[in-house]
């Protein structure tokens, strides 16, 4: 094997966040979304603040693989300060992006580290572990979302 | 042929994946497959293919033969009494759960107690938790030493004059322990309850015999054991089937029907409703006669070889912890372990790149993970078609990918 | 491609039976297989071989997403609204008793009707049967107008507002006649009961819509599809498979698991507990592509064709019996029929031995027979790959044997 | 097709059983034994007498094909007037002659007529048609053997 192939997935950004993620750990007091991967038994917990819509904290803690702890830090990067509006198109294209799907160049540049991500089409089985934090938080955008109602 | 030849004549073995040559070690999860077994299915439905059980024909009574004769084998296989007292199903976890369902659901009353062990894999725990939640009975668990053994003084302990079935897997498909099944199987008939034990690990790998054993039920899937997917076996005493109904209906499992009632047939036409896998049974029969070709000796002693080597390289690799036994004379060919600080899913990852084939996960064995205090591990699993070469490599391999996140 | 090529690709259609030209006049038994579905087994096993759903590395990628794609072109050929709307059975018989064990025991009380026709097979039949005498509920039975039609008429006087279940062949196994499902749909649902569908005569001769037919459960089995044996699928209403809860349980089809309590996954894994037949579904897959890229106007006009002889030939021989309607209009391409005096198994021997294979027996439908007045019928069916100089011998041979046993 | 095939195990001997078969018949005052063969859903039963350890009555009605009919007819013939033990050996014998296996010579005498449905065994799927009648008699012998005791 040469190590070339585990760099192409393993980026050393993608190292970095997994080594020391932003906005890592909870505070007790706030609601929180949790998800699993039932393949790997991981565990995704993410709390997720809208003021005026916009979110203004955005946190996580996870037992889980390189990817979903990398995945779960940038997403928080991008989209802290985001709109409800502007955070689910991001969920959408990054969703796409891991799937090998193409996406518009402004989503892309908005993405920043996580367009790094975009690797991880090449290896399907590790799709879930990049989608894990994005999907729990648009599932926290919703209630969140709905409780402002 | 030896053991060599042998491996020449699984397809699979001489591919590559990711540009390299293909290292399968996921042999529990299941075993590839001879060129005899898919000759075996082709020949089938290129000369013999017919319904079962029901033409007059040629081509049916061919059909009819090859299937019936594979009972044979698989009665043999495992020293069963009598050929009617194994029938195919789908898969290990449908034979147990058909246990669960007819003996289970005839026999199991509210207070009863099911005995499990801490090892079981999901289709030898959920189909007893959910029978004993349903008839409002005990689940009870038989916990392990340290070391991943089975604690024979637990199990006499849990196993009282209230259990009903004591459930567990010979093979564990994650610590690679084997446990005493004789003896459970005793402890069990003196309290008065059955024995129902889950072969899916076991039977590739050593000669099984469930007379001696006296088990009451035994299962195992035939993917496990170089045979196609589709196909189950159960085996079960004579006296516990007959007096069993079965839980599907239609086809050739009946002996007359009126709208009003039907007469089932005799065992093992009984338990088996609908049209069979076939194809998926006469590919058993040629897996079955490949590992009586090869034989056991050869089998074991490769097995063990490979099992020696895998378990003494991770034991000597630091910052790699072993579950389960550290001796090999009490290991199965299945070696779980974890990379400390790296994601059991980023191993095995790295172990594709290179060709390795490893599992990562919980193995379907959850409740043994939480027991282990971890989420998931890697697991590797050899086969007699392994080769030593294919265990210094992956430990090189994993030693490259373990430098490579603890960098 | 034309129909005569693809002809050519089932190997067993070139071989001989008792040294002559085989001439396979049992295909509502099974059918036989292309070379397609024989080779994507085989490539299967040589290159793609591992367990689904469990591995995160290549080989494993490899095997569930072909897994996984099959369940895409099965939702496509019956028009499935979603992916997740159909799971893999081994057969017709698991997917209609698994409604029984699920819907039917959670929904079914005492006093309550189960509707069924005379015509059902015993697949659909007994598993609802069986269930009645279970719950106490009634099991009624529409019957068929004199020609073996279903009596609509008949259908709207027993599915009244008692009746929670209807279970109905969509073409009768025996008579060849095709019920009204639709019409059965509208009057179930009116009624407040849900209609089951036993496809398993329909899905290889006519293109199916389930949600035009408004089906709520569909069944049927891949190896009368041209597809292997060990696989069956069952399509359910997305309202109706996400209240229920599974039967079997183990390996996949769980999300959380702990000695006490386990969270199921979601539909469809839900319903696939353990290994499922991996190459059987993809053979499947492999059978649905030929049945596509043949196209449905060229299957249909062959059967049509071949029906029409068949019909007519043997409704023109003196001393025959023909069952089910006289007119090719109203028949799929299954033809029941005796020559009087002379016992169906001794016709099946006599065209056996020129190499004609045809089905001598109650076709599983015993209470059809009671109706028919017969203990068995001689049964012969078509697939598209039949030709009419197959059915010209057919006729010629059977006029000999008939009289040989009438000299 | 030749018809010669048909003749190999369709023998004159056998169509004349089957046509015109012997001891056929029941007798209401009789105890009855009934087989079924499920495959083609045909019955049949035989009423059989034993008095001083000698089979004095023994006819049979069915429903069923040429090779059911036949052997039926021929076993009654063979086993009228033998001893319990006897016809329990002729059972045994016939059941190995439709399954291909030799049997000794004085058996195969005493066969007569029945010994001609040894062709059945070059058509497995058509032993059970044979066999049918003889079963039942071996299960009513074993009936009327315990009433006896
Ligand atoms: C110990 C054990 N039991 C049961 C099973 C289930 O086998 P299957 O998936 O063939 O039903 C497995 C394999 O996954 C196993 O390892
Ligand atoms: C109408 C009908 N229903 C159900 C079945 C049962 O199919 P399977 O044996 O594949 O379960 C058959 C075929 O035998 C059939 O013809």
Redesign the interface.
Known sequence: ?S?L??ND??KTVI?EHAQAPHHYGLQPDLPATTL?N??????LTVQLVVTANQITTLQFSS?????SQASASVMTDVLLGKSVSEAQALIAAFSKLVMGTPIAKHDRDQLGDAAVLGSVAQ????IR?ATLAWHAAAQALTEVTTDDQ | MTRTDYRRTFPILTTKVNGEPLIYLDNAATTQKPQAVIEAISHYYAYDNANVHRGVYTLAARATNQYEAVRDQVAAFIQAPRRDTVFFTRSTTESLNWVAQTYGEQTIQAGDEIVVTALEHHSNLVPWQQLALRKRAQLKVIQLRPNGELDLAAAAEQITAKTKIVAVAQTSNVLGVTTPIRELAQLAHQRGAVIVVDGAQTVAHQPVNVQELDVDFYAFSGHKLYGPTGVGVLYGKLALLQQLTPVQFGGEMISNVTFERTEFAPIPQRFEAGTPDISGVIGLGAALKTIQQLGWPAIQRQENQLTAQLLNGLLNLPGVTVYGPESVAKHGPVVAFNVNGVHPHDIATGLDLAGIEVRAGHHCAQPLMQTLGVAATVRASVAFYNTTAEIDRFLVVLREVKEFFQQ
Not at chain 1, 38 to 43: A, E, L, S
Not at chain 1, 63 to 67: A, H, N, S, V
Not at chain 1, 123 to 126: N, Q
């Open positions: 094997m190590l192939n585990l997935l393993y190292l699993n039932p393949t790997c038994g991981d565990v037992t889980g693989c390189t990817i290896f399907p089985t590790r572990c």
